[in-house]
């Protein structure tokens, strides 16, 4: 289980910014749900960039995190880094399904707000969190999460 402040970071925030390796690194933000355990989840549209990036290269790195314009000591935030894993539909294991449809659920009650899941070329992206790296204004910490 990750530390407090990570989960707290990871459960009352809305998005984070991804990093994937291409030609170049690419950074877009995303939303994200936590599975309360060591993965993360986020869709994505088939076609998009951050997709084709993982299919080459699934090691993606996550930051989310919270500013305090007025007293940068409070800043604080996460880096999660992980291997990433694309459900791509008629391709999902018979035993998968409870899960994708679990974390569908988790995603869906999340953003309904805000986001719209009528969309067929989504795909569900899980990134297994291999380390965090957690800060407090400049007071860092890593943690390996064992696998």
């Given at each position: 289980m990750?530390?407090?402040?990570?989960?707290?970071?990871?459960?009352?925030?809305?998005?984070?910014?991804?990093?994937t390796?291409?030609?170049?690194?690419?950074?877009?933000p995303i939303?994200?749900?936590?599975?309360?355990?060591?993965?993360?989840y986020?869709?994505?549209d088939?076609?998009?960039?951050?997709?084709?990036n993982i299919?080459?290269d699934?090691?993606?790195?996550l930051?989310v995190?919270?500013?305090?314009d007025?007293?940068?000591?409070?800043?604080?935030?996460?880096?999660?880094s992980?291997?990433a894993?694309?459900?791509?539909?008629?391709?999902?294991?018979?035993?998968e399904?409870?899960d994708?449809?679990?974390?569908?659920?988790l995603?869906k009650s999340k953003?309904?707000?805000?986001?719209e899941?009528?969309n067929?070329?989504?795909?569900?992206?899980?990134v297994?969190?291999?380390k965090?790296?957690?800060?407090?204004?400049?007071?860092?910490?890593?943690?390996?999460?064992?696998r």
């Open positions: 990750l530390p407090y402040e990570v989960r707290v970071l990871l459960n009352t925030n809305y998005f984070g910014y991804l990093c390796r291409g030609s170049y690194p690419h950074i877009t939303f994200f749900a936590y599975d309360q355990r060591e993965s993360l986020f869709m994505s088939f076609s998009s960039k951050k997709i084709r299919m080459k699934p090691r993606v790195s930051v995190d919270v500013r305090d007025s007293d940068p000591f409070n800043n604080e935030g996460v880096m999660v992980g291997i894993k694309i459900y791509l539909p008629g391709e999902i294991e018979l035993d399904y409870h994708i449809y679990t974390i569908y659920d995603f953003y309904s707000e805000f986001v899941f009528e067929g070329e989504d795909v569900i992206v899980e297994g969190i291999w965090v790296s957690y800060w407090k204004g400049p007071h860092f910490k890593t943690i390996r999460v064992k």
